[in-house]
């Protein structure tokens, strides 16, 4: 309970220190929305051009690229301590000053930084969904709409589980971190798109090693009402559990990583 | 002139002690041509275009090989922006645009060097549609040369524009950010201009923007014919010497500016 | 009974240099941060901890506050092991790194502080008592409501100790904590961590360049050279038993500069 309040504090106080710079706090959160909806406008234009993807219909691609896009970037507005603060804390010693405080590294990191520019971000994902759904007349039920908050859920935990693996090997101090964004970066974009255009590799990568398909696509494939991989309905709640899995792991694969950090700096 | 030479140098230095970083960025890269590869694949089995797929693989892997030419923000520029501390730069016996021009100039050539050569050759491994296909022609081949050339050129330019841009403003990073989208989506690294809607054609392809890579690309592939080369080398000259003369304009109003302000 | 035991610490780092040629090659090399440090620290203690830079005394801190697990060696500092029982430890401890800030730079100080309480959880009571003796000692009472980034570096620097000290640690480190302050902000520092060995009885590690700082703190000095703990006695002997080292302008000096000293020590010890 005290750690919920203690993250909702943190959480004010990123707000307020940022707006202490309204101006260019303005001006960045529109060159998000710019940047993200320059994405967009590529699938808008995708989709002009060839209409469908497969089985996939325009509404289903909005959809689709909707929920990645609002689960990617809720991660990185919430989780922002860990997607972008951690590696370079960790680079300093600035971690330092964490370690000497009675509370678990992971939720202090956590509470560390907020970019509350990603809304701008987020919006645009979220005008995606609503116009796939629009366009592929999607009835909403209960049940729907709580598979896709799970899905959301686990997908943010999932996301976090991901950069987590860049923390520890910035710990184990390899050279070749930016490796890592194939699996952040680039299963983002990859899977903005249904998982099953791609060739088996790719498939397996994004349902095994960073289960994207298993999070985010398997649940909008059922609230669509399209099959993918032939799972059943039940399967379509199951699936999200993934992402908790993923995070277990790579939080095992950090924990053993901090005891080698060794503090950089004076 | 020596002066000049030494930055690229030193350029050249820095760029070669991040090996290791360079070596996860060149994987990630490949990476995202093959996604992109596969998703225009996907794309392609339910619709072909006019445009042929092995076009498409090219200009993909020559857009992610090229991509430090487009996108390579030097740090330590914007940061002596945002510091002020660019007015030492005022006070050196330097013509303050051309220093500038080569400094960005190194820092492209040089990254794009290094990222552009293993790129090519993975990309020439990979089959036919997935990978780099052969020019169109001799005559392909040796028009996109100095296409690309010329290209790097404009770049420079446009880039020398931005940073003058943003010497204005006190927190550069989001009009960067703006820029650099509207570069991305416009050199057609996003989405290759090819595939951009017909009607948009004679538009987009005349902006600044498309003579840094797609009219390169564009001549490699054949999707310009060889006999279209002159007039498009001409186009390309023609606005890298307009935004170099803006460039040189406004680095001018700039310098006033600061010795009225006194640094 | 002592407070702080430490036995035979070791701790060594191994540091990637890279190779003038070849492409990913890289040489090893171990670095010894701590070779065979043993000392002990009664509670209510107020030691100072001296050394060149990369003499060990920020490895010798790191440890003891919880951050680095030795190699080898035991630590017990009220009967816990630091790096063992991290979160224990912490909550019973203070550190203030001199050029890092463990503050908010944008928000009033009184925020960063009411972060604080929720993170060492201190009651609501107990935080104001100490808030109201803190900013009195510290003289913070008009800064509460400004933000970290527009305080002096004097004036952060009480900032930082009165967060540090919120939770009523029994034990404070304090590394470098006058680096760049100004005569009168460091005597108004020395008098505060006086008052609060005094006060309260916190036990205090202090490790610094500034001699006179030591002389006017610690009764007690431990010098440290190459990872080997080479003095530890009265401030006083140290310099007694050095006094022919030092070149003779430092001798007229009240608190002659401790590099003399220290390259003598070197130079007996052959290293």
């Given at each position: 309970?005290?750690?919920?309040?203690?993250?909702?504090?943190?959480?004010?106080?990123?707000?307020?220190?940022?707006?202490?710079?309204?101006?260019?706090?303005?001006?960045?959160?529109?060159?998000?929305?710019?940047?993200?909806?320059?994405?967009?406008?590529?699938?808008?234009?995708?989709?002009?051009?060839?209409?469908?993807?497969?089985?996939?219909?325009?509404?289903?691609?909005?959809?689709?690229?909707?929920?990645?896009?609002?689960?990617?970037?809720?991660?990185?507005?919430?989780?922002?301590?860990?997607?972008?603060a951690?590696?370079?804390?960790?680079?300093?010693?600035?971690?330092?000053?964490?370690?000497?405080?009675?509370?678990?590294?992971?939720?202090?990191?956590?509470?560390?930084?907020?970019?509350?520019?990603?809304?701008a971000?987020?919006?645009?994902?979220?005008?995606?969904?609503?116009?796939?759904?629009?366009?592929?007349?999607?009835?909403?039920?209960?049940?729907?709409?709580?598979l896709?908050?799970?899905?959301?859920?686990?997908?943010?935990?999932l996301?976090?589980?991901?950069?987590?693996?860049?923390?520890?090997?910035?710990?184990?101090?390899?050279?070749?971190?930016?490796?890592?964004?194939?699996?952040?970066?680039g299963?983002?974009?990859?899977?903005?798109?249904?998982?099953?255009?791609?060739?088996?590799?790719?498939r397996?990568?994004?349902?095994?090693?960073?289960?994207?398909?298993?999070?985010?696509?398997?649940?909008?494939?059922?609230?669509?009402?399209?099959?993918?991989?032939?799972?059943?309905?039940?399967?379509?709640?199951?699936?999200?559990?993934?992402?908790?899995?993923?995070?277990?792991?790579?939080?095992a694969?950090?924990?053993?990583?901090?005891?080698?950090?060794?503090?950089?700096?004076? | 002139?020596?002066?000049?030479?030494?930055?690229?140098?030193?350029?050249?230095?820095?760029?070669?002690?991040?090996?290791?970083?360079?070596?996860?960025?060149?994987?990630?890269?490949?990476?995202?041509?093959?996604?992109?590869?596969?998703?225009?694949?996907?794309l392609?089995a339910?619709?072909?275009?006019?445009?042929?797929?092995?076009?498409?693989?090219?200009?993909?892997?020559?857009?992610?090989?090229?991509?430090?030419?487009?996108?390579?923000?030097?740090?330590?520029?914007?940061?002596?922006?945002?510091?002020?501390?660019?007015?030492?730069?005022?006070c050196?016996?330097?013509?303050?645009?051309?220093?500038?021009?080569?400094?960005?100039?190194?820092?492209?050539?040089?990254?794009?060097?290094?990222?552009?050569?293993?790129?090519?050759?993975?990309?020439?491994?990979?089959?036919?549609?997935?990978?780099?296909?052969?020019?169109?022609?001799?005559?392909?081949?040796?028009?996109?040369?100095?296409?690309?050339?010329?290209?790097?050129?404009?770049?420079?330019?446009?880039?020398?524009?931005?940073?003058?841009?943003?010497?204005?403003?006190?927190?550069?990073?989001?009009?960067?950010?703006?820029?650099?989208?509207?570069?991305?989506?416009?050199?057609?690294?996003?989405?290759?201009?090819?595939?951009?809607?017909?009607?948009?054609?004679?538009?987009?392809?005349?902006?600044?923007?498309?003579?840094?890579?797609?009219?390169?690309?564009?001549?490699?592939?054949?999707?310009?014919?060889?006999?279209?080369?002159?007039g498009?080398?001409?186009?390309?000259?023609?606005?890298?010497?307009?935004?170099?003369?803006?460039?040189l304009?406004?680095?001018?109003?700039?310098?006033?500016?600061?010795?009225?302000?006194?640094? | 009974?002592?407070?702080?035991?430490?036995?035979?610490?070791?701790?060594?780092?191994?540091?990637?240099?890279?190779?003038?040629?070849?492409?990913?090659?890289?040489?090893?090399?171990?670095?010894?941060?701590?070779?065979?440090?043993?000392?002990?620290?009664?509670?209510?203690?107020?030691?100072?901890?001296?050394?060149?830079?990369?003499?060990?005394?920020?490895?010798?801190?790191?440890?003891?506050?919880?951050?680095?697990?030795?190699?080898?060696?035991?630590?017990?500092?009220?009967?816990?092991?630091?790096?063992?029982?991290?979160?224990?430890?912490?909550?019973?401890?203070?550190?203030?790194?001199?050029?890092?800030?463990?503050?908010?730079?944008?928000?009033p100080?009184?925020?960063?502080?009411?972060?604080?309480?929720?993170?060492?959880?201190?009651?609501?009571?107990?935080?104001?008592?100490?808030?109201?003796?803190?900013?009195?000692?510290?003289?913070?009472?008009?800064?509460?409501?400004?933000?970290?980034?527009?305080?002096?570096?004097?004036?952060?620097?009480?900032?930082?100790?009165?967060?540090?000290?919120?939770?009523?640690?029994?034990?404070?480190?304090?590394?470098?904590?006058?680096?760049?302050?100004?005569?009168?902000?460091?005597?108004?520092?020395?008098?505060?961590?006086?008052?609060?060995?005094?006060?309260?009885?916190?036990?205090?590690?202090?490790?610094?360049?500034?001699?006179?700082?030591?002389?006017?703190?610690?009764?007690?000095?431990?010098?440290?050279?190459?990872?080997?703990?080479?003095?530890d006695?009265?401030?006083?002997?140290?310099?007694?038993?050095y006094?022919?080292?030092?070149?003779?302008?430092?001798?007229t000096?009240?608190?002659?500069?401790?590099?003399?000293?220290?390259?003598?020590?070197?130079?007996?010890?052959?290293?």
């Amino acid at each position: 309970m005290n750690t919920i309040r203690l993250y909702c504090r943190s959480m004010g106080l990123q707000i307020r220190s940022q707006l202490q710079y309204p101006a260019s706090f303005l001006m960045q959160t529109l060159a998000q929305l710019v940047m993200e909806g320059g994405e967009f406008m590529a699938l808008m234009l995708v989709i002009d051009r060839f209409d469908r993807l497969n089985q996939w219909m325009p509404g289903d691609l909005f959809f689709f690229y909707g929920l990645m896009s609002v689960t990617f970037y809720l991660t990185e507005c919430f989780g922002r301590g860990i997607t972008g603060a951690f590696p370079y804390m960790i680079r300093t010693g600035q971690l330092d000053t964490l370690l000497v405080r009675p509370r678990g590294v992971l939720i202090q990191v956590f509470c560390s930084a907020a970019d509350p520019r990603r809304i701008a971000c987020i919006a645009v994902g979220v005008a995606s969904m609503v116009l796939g759904s629009i366009q592929a007349r999607i009835a909403w039920s209960l049940p729907k709409a709580l598979l896709l908050l799970e899905s959301i859920a686990f997908g943010f935990l999932l996301i976090l589980g991901l950069f987590l693996i860049e923390a520890s090997l910035v710990i184990w101090s390899v050279k070749s971190v930016e490796l890592t964004n194939t699996l952040t970066y680039g299963g983002r974009s990859a899977c903005d798109y249904p998982i099953d255009i791609y060739p088996r590799p790719l498939r397996i990568l994004f349902t095994v090693v960073a289960p994207f398909a298993l999070v985010l696509h398997v649940p909008a494939a059922w609230i669509l009402g399209k099959p993918l991989y032939g799972w059943p309905a039940w399967a379509a709640f199951l699936c999200p559990l993934a992402g908790a899995v993923s995070f277990g792991l790579f939080y095992a694969l950090f924990r053993r990583a901090l005891r080698h950090y060794r503090s950089t700096g004076s | 002139m020596r002066a000049y030479w030494c930055v690229f140098r030193m350029r050249r230095r820095m760029e070669l002690q991040y090996r290791g970083a360079a070596l996860g960025g060149f994987i990630c890269q490949l990476f995202f041509g093959l996604i992109l590869i596969a998703l225009y694949r996907a794309l392609y089995a339910g619709k072909p275009q006019a445009v042929p797929i092995s076009h498409i693989s090219s200009y993909v892997w020559l857009q992610q090989a090229f991509f430090r030419m487009l996108l390579a923000t030097d740090p330590d520029l914007a940061d002596k922006i945002r510091t002020g501390s660019i007015a030492y730069d005022l006070c050196r016996p330097l013509h303050l645009y051309t220093y500038y021009y080569v400094r960005i100039l190194a820092q492209k050539l040089v990254g794009s060097l290094l990222r552009a050569v293993p790129m090519l050759a993975v990309a020439c491994l990979l089959p036919e549609g997935w990978g780099l296909a052969s020019p169109a022609g001799a005559s392909a081949l040796l028009t996109s040369l100095p296409a690309l050339f010329i290209g790097l050129l404009c770049v420079s330019a446009l880039e020398n524009i931005t940073m003058a841009f943003t010497m204005r403003t006190l927190d550069p990073r989001g009009m960067q950010a703006l820029l650099n989208m509207l570069m991305m989506v416009f050199a057609g690294n996003i989405l290759p201009l090819t595939l951009f809607p017909d009607s948009w054609q004679p538009i987009i392809t005349r902006l600044p923007y498309a003579q840094l890579l797609d009219a390169p690309i564009r001549l490699y592939t054949g999707d310009y014919a060889a006999s279209a080369a002159p007039g498009i080398l001409l186009l390309q000259s023609a606005w890298t010497v307009a935004l170099a003369a803006a460039g040189l304009l406004f680095w001018r109003v700039n310098q006033k500016r600061m010795v009225v302000q006194g640094g | 009974m002592s407070y702080i035991t430490v036995e035979h610490l070791r701790k060594t780092f191994t540091v990637r240099k890279k190779k003038d040629r070849g492409f990913l090659a890289r040489e090893k090399t171990t670095v010894e941060a701590l070779k065979d440090v043993s000392f002990t620290v009664k509670q209510g203690e107020l030691v100072g901890y001296i050394g060149p830079n990369g003499a060990g005394k920020s490895t010798t801190v790191k440890v003891l506050s919880g951050i680095l697990t030795p190699d080898s060696g035991a630590v017990r500092i009220g009967g816990r092991v630091p790096w063992l029982e991290r979160k224990e430890h912490v909550r019973r401890i203070g550190v203030v790194f001199g050029q890092r800030t463990q503050l908010w730079w944008d928000v009033p100080l009184l925020d960063s502080y009411d972060l604080l309480r929720e993170i060492y959880r201190v009651p609501e009571a107990d935080f104001r008592r100490r808030m109201n003796e803190l900013s009195e000692a510290l003289d913070l009472g008009s800064l509460l409501r400004t933000p970290l980034r527009q305080l002096s570096l004097g004036q952060r620097m009480r900032a930082e100790l009165c967060g540090s000290l919120l939770h009523c640690p029994e034990l404070l480190f304090l590394d470098e904590p006058t680096i760049g302050l100004d005569a009168v902000s460091k005597l108004a520092l020395r008098d505060f961590l006086q008052w609060e060995n005094r006060e309260k009885g916190t036990t205090i590690l202090l490790t610094t360049h500034d001699m006179e700082d030591i002389a006017a703190l610690c009764r007690r000095v431990m010098v440290l050279g190459h990872g080997s703990k080479l003095f530890d006695g009265a401030l006083e002997d140290l310099y007694a038993r050095y006094r022919n080292a030092l070149p003779v302008q430092e001798l007229t000096v009240q608190y002659p500069n401790i590099d003399h000293v220290i390259a003598a020590m070197y130079q007996e010890l052959g290293l």
